[in-house]
T-cell receptor, first 115, second 117 residues
Framework: AQSVTQLGSHVSVSEGALVLLRCNYSSSVPPYLFWYVQYPNQGLQLLLKYTTGATLVKGINGFEAEFKKSETSFHLTKPSAHMSDAAEYFCAVSKPGTSGSRLTFGEGTQLTVNP | GAVVSQHPSRVICKSGTSVKIECRSLDFQATTMFWYRQFPKKSLMLMATSNEGSKATYEQGVEKDKFLINHASLTLSTLTVTSAHPEDSSFYIC?????????????FGPGTRLTVT
């Protein structure tokens, strides 16, 4: 079975500061990894994903994440936070293969950006 | 591309009635659609996986007779909450996986807020 742990249900940063949202996973096989963002009363928008290849993945809105197999981590970062980054962020994992692509989500991290 | 819509965005219904929520892939064909439920300040809980033309696969603990899922075409899946009760009030989100791309990415709809009074 797969699982995802997001450390810190709430993260608060100042505008312009570094954003670091932590995600660790558990999987019996090398997984596919995703970060999604959710604004209030909206669905999820994909920020970035890792499937294979380069372990540093760049996504939309200046976000990036690095897959570290030895640490079973996929932390999300952004060098400089913007007020519009305030939202809920979800890390998710799926098992590679042709069947399913069933996602397992972490509990989410609420990001607050202070002026 | 890869847009998923849901209708309605919000619905209020009386206890005991049934409510249908539609999920459509607007610009692609979806072999598989997923239905999630999200409680306030919580993560998404997968309810069921539906494949076009076949019965949905429900997650453990989800009542299939209460949450009826139909995936009649490659662009439409519906979730019907039957005999709704206040505890069914929640945010329901669907997602769809594209048929031809080989991608394992799911595209999410904007969600439907259900309130049962």
């Amino acid at each position: 079975a797969q699982s995802v742990t997001q450390l810190g249900s709430h993260v608060s940063v100042s505008e312009g500061a570094l954003v670091l949202l932590r995600c660790n996973y558990s999987s019996s096989v090398p997984p596919y990894l995703f970060w999604y963002v959710q604004y209030p009363n909206q669905g999820l928008q994909l920020l970035l994903k890792y499937t294979t290849g380069a372990t540093l993945v760049k996504g939309i809105n200046g976000f990036e994440a690095e897959f570290k197999k030895s640490e079973t981590s996929f932390h999300l970062t952004k060098p400089s936070a913007h007020m519009s980054d305030a939202a809920e962020y979800f890390c998710a994992v799926s098992k590679p293969g042709t069947s399913g692509s069933r996602l397992t989500f972490g509990e989410g991290t609420q990001l607050t950006v202070n002026p | 591309g890869a847009v998923v819509s849901q209708h309605p965005s919000r619905v209020i219904c009386k206890s005991g009635t049934s409510v249908k929520i539609e999920c459509r892939s607007l610009d692609f064909q979806a072999t598989t659609m997923f239905w999630y439920r999200q409680f306030p300040k919580k993560s998404l809980m997968l309810m069921a996986t539906s494949n076009e033309g076949s019965k949905a696969t429900y997650e453990q603990g989800v009542e299939k007779d209460k949450f009826l899922i139909n995936h009649a075409s490659l662009t439409l899946s519906t979730l019907t909450v039957t005999s709704a009760h206040p505890e069914d009030s929640s945010f329901y989100i669907c997602s769809a996986r594209e048929l031809s791309s080989g991608s394992y990415e799911q595209y999410f709809g904007p969600g439907t807020r259900l309130t049962v009074t």
